[in-house]
Each structure stands twice: as C-alpha cells, then as structure tokens.
C-alpha cells in the first residue's frame, strides 16, 4: 500500500504539477505560471513537515490516505488548495519574516564559505603531510629495497640459473674499474707536471 501512495504521489504531486509548470512558462501565461508557482512554494513546505510527520504520525490510521487527499486537494482547480493555503497562510507569514530570514540566510552563507575555507585548508594541509610521509617512507623502502640486492640476486632476477656471478661479468667489471683510475691518474700527473 505504501508503494502505491509513494507512485500516487510521485505521479500527481510531482510530474503531474511539473509538466503544467512547463506548458506555463512555455505560453507565458502569468496567470497559470503565479499558480504552479504557488503550488511549489506550499509542495515544498508540505514535503519539509512530511519528513517530520512521518516519523511521529505514520502510525495514525488513514495517514497516507490523508495525505494523498491532500495533494489532490492543492492540486484541485475547484478547491485551488495550493492558492488557498499560499494567499491565508504563507505569503504574509514570510512577508512578517523577509528581513530576518534574509539576514539568518546571509549569515548563514558567511558562517558557510568561511567553514568551507578552513575545513579546505585543513584538508589540504593533511593531504600534503601524508603525500610527504608516504613519499619519505617510500623512498626510505626503495632504498632499502634496492641495497639489499647484489650481483647475485640481480642474476637469478634476470633469469640465469647459475647461482654465481659468471667470471667474465666479474673481470669486465674489475677491467674497467681499473682503467679510469690509472687514466685519472697518469691525466693527474701530466697535468700536475704541465703546471709547474
């Protein structure tokens, strides 16, 4: 039962109002256009306090029926509920309540942005120390990582089933080690002997 006042509602309290919104404003007639408009200021309000009463009176016997004669009421041209309620109750309620309800919004949009901007920067300044702890870790890790293969490890990595270094990678390496030290230091004598 609960379904079929959820799609009654959603049907005759939303798309059917919606689409006449629509032809409203499509024809320009102000006339239909202050109507749907005064229908969705009290739609609005009834579907606020329907969020509350729900909680308390959904107990209440014939509640949901009571509440789709309700939307049939606002929606009726002959009861013209929605006009009704809006031109006795609403309008000079927030007439009465315009200043501070704009001020409390105004406030309220200050208090807002400046909430916005320090949770921002506290965001922010916590992403940044994370993404540097994770970088220093890492690199710590990759270090580590890295000092903890020797020849050994790199040749089985590669695929060799040898578990020694083959000689002629080890002599290759020994060679050439070699080599830039006796040339840095013959270039070092000549060039220590060029000047003087």
């Known amino acids: ?71 049939a009421w606002l929606l009726s041209p002959y009861t013209k509920g929605s006009s009704l309620l809006y031109r006795k109750f609403v309008h000079p309620t927030l007439s009465s309540k315009e200043k501070e309800i704009d001020d409390c919004l105004v406030q309220a949009k200050d208090r807002s942005y400046d909430a916005l901007v320090h949770f921002g920067k506290r965001g922010l300044n916590v992403a940044a120390t994370a993404a540097v702890m994770a970088a220093s870790k890492g690199q710590g890790a990759l270090s580590e990582r890295l000092r903890s293969f020797s020849m050994q490890d790199l040749s089985t990595i590669r695929g060799d089933s040898s578990s020694t270094v083959p000689p002629s990678v080890t002599v290759r390496t020994s060679s050439k080690q070699s080599q830039p030290k006796t040339s840095r230091s013959a270039s070092e004598g000549t060039g220590s002997s060029g000047k003087c």
């Open 1 to 71: 039962f609960v379904v079929c006042v959820f799609f009654s509602r959603l049907i005759f309290g939303t798309l059917y109002p919606a689409y006449y919104s629509y032809k409203a404003v499509k024809s320009k007639d102000i006339k239909e256009y202050v109507k749907w408009m005064m229908y969705w200021i009290i739609f609005a309000l009834f579907t606020t306090a329907e969020t509350f009463t729900d909680i308390f009176l959904c107990w209440f016997p014939f509640y949901y029926e009571l509440k789709i004669a309700f939307v």
